[in-house]
């Protein structure tokens, strides 16, 4: 159970992080990942092209229908657990590694065609193709095999948030804060091991659009490329990693301070304002409904609303869909509450109105 946000990442960063990262967690209780609230429930009985249809997840892929750039100090400090827990996860490491496929002394990471792959079929396949499937995540027990030391894309994804949009927004925040960390940390970390390495900085995410044969066809990097890259720890890349967390270990909060200078600390008030967004919801003067709001009624009595986010849809009485219509532009909220009560005896809570804006069934106008 998290404590403060900062339990969501790995260990590593107790030593570093700022003030934002210890405040205390948000639980995303409608994330269920043990039992996938994307997945159909138990008992339910449609075939896997219905349940894909209705944008089901599959209980043996989820949303590890990804496969993320994991720095070199964390996949060094997998490899330096002596844990039996993270053996399965090691081994995974290994022979991926081995592969030489993705192997770069500041990643380990998908390869292109990978990346491709799911660019152009996120929309049509996350959740449910195998095609896409992380090579760290192990079935039967259907959860991550590497999960203490996961990267900041995993750590901070929820499919659905508690606060709507807001908790979306802050994640994302959180994981582009973090990408920045993970860019600069494992290319000085890298440099720090091996000093002669000339390659340029690698960021954390690339845009692919070509691929080399050997890339198309999943065969290792050409060993004239890859000593390039590697130089004289081609062949020794465990190692390398394994280094790599030694000298993030070393490092004290000054080093790391000077590594991420003030760029990072520009987003941080940012990210504390988002922090305080979600933990202490206010309701905004103006609110209209969401022009491209979906409403689907289900049965006599509750409609499925879906408007932030097509994974986070929502029951509720259908009376909602002509109480959002009330709101406009014209008046502010107080005003609409004091005509609903005064015209039809109608009593809102503020609490609710706040829910409706968090999941963006009701915005501010622009
Ligand atoms: S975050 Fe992923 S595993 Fe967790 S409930 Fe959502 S889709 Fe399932
Ligand atoms: S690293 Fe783990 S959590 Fe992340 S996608 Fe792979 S299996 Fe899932």
Redesign the pocket.
């Known amino acids: 159970m998290s404590e403060v946000v900062l339990d969501m990442l790995p260990e590593i960063y107790r030593q570093w992080l700022p003030e934002v990262f210890w405040r205390p967690a948000i639980p995303?209780r409608?994330?269920?990942?043990?039992?996938?609230?994307?997945?159909l429930p138990e008992g339910a009985q449609l075939s896997k092209e219905q349940a894909d249809r209705q944008g089901f997840?599959q209980p043996d892929l989820?949303?590890?229908t990804f496969q993320p750039s994991i720095p070199n100090y964390l996949i060094g400090g997998l490899l330096s657990d002596e844990r039996p827990l993270f053996a399965e996860g090691q081994r995974r490491v290994k022979d991926y590694i081995a592969l030489r496929i993705g192997v770069h002394p500041q990643w380990v990471r998908p390869s292109n065609k990978q990346l491709l792959l799911l660019q152009a079929s996120q929309q049509s396949s996350f959740?449910r193709s195998s095609q896409l499937l992380c090579p760290f995540f192990q079935t039967p027990q259907n959860n991550c095999s590497i999960w203490k030391f996961r990267d900041s894309d995993c750590s901070f994804?929820?499919?659905?948030h508690e606060a709507g949009e807001d908790g979306r927004t802050l994640w994302k925040r959180m994981q582009t804060w973090m990408w920045t960390l993970e860019t600069k940390l494992s290319y000085h970390l890298a440099k720090s091991v091996c000093p002669s390495f000339s390659w340029a900085l690698e960021g954390k995410k690339k845009k692919v659009t070509r691929l080399a044969i050997h890339v198309l066809e999943e065969r290792p990097m050409p060993d004239d490329e890859y000593s390039k890259i590697w130089g004289e720890w081609a062949g020794k890349e465990e190692a390398f990693y394994r280094a790599c967390y030694d000298a993030a270990c070393a490092l004290t909060k000054q080093d790391f301070d000077n590594i991420m200078q003030e760029e990072l600390d520009e987003t941080l008030p940012q990210l504390a304002h988002l922090y305080n967004k979600v933990t202490s919801p206010t309701l905004p003067q103006f609110l209209i409904p969401h022009p491209e709001l979906t409403i689907q009624q289900m049965n006599d009595e509750l409609s499925l609303f879906v408007a932030y986010s097509r994974?986070d849809p929502v029951l509720l009485p259908k009376e909602v869909e002509d109480l959002i219509q009330a709101f406009s532009a014209e008046e502010t909220v107080q005003e609409t509450l004091q005509r609903l009560y005064d015209e039809q005896e109608i009593e809102v809570e503020e609490a609710f109105l706040i829910g409706l804006h968090q999941l963006r069934i009701l915005i501010e106008p622009t």
């Open positions: 995303e409608k994330a269920t990942c043990d039992s996938c609230a994307m997945c997840f989820k949303c590890c959740g994804f929820f499919c659905k994974y």
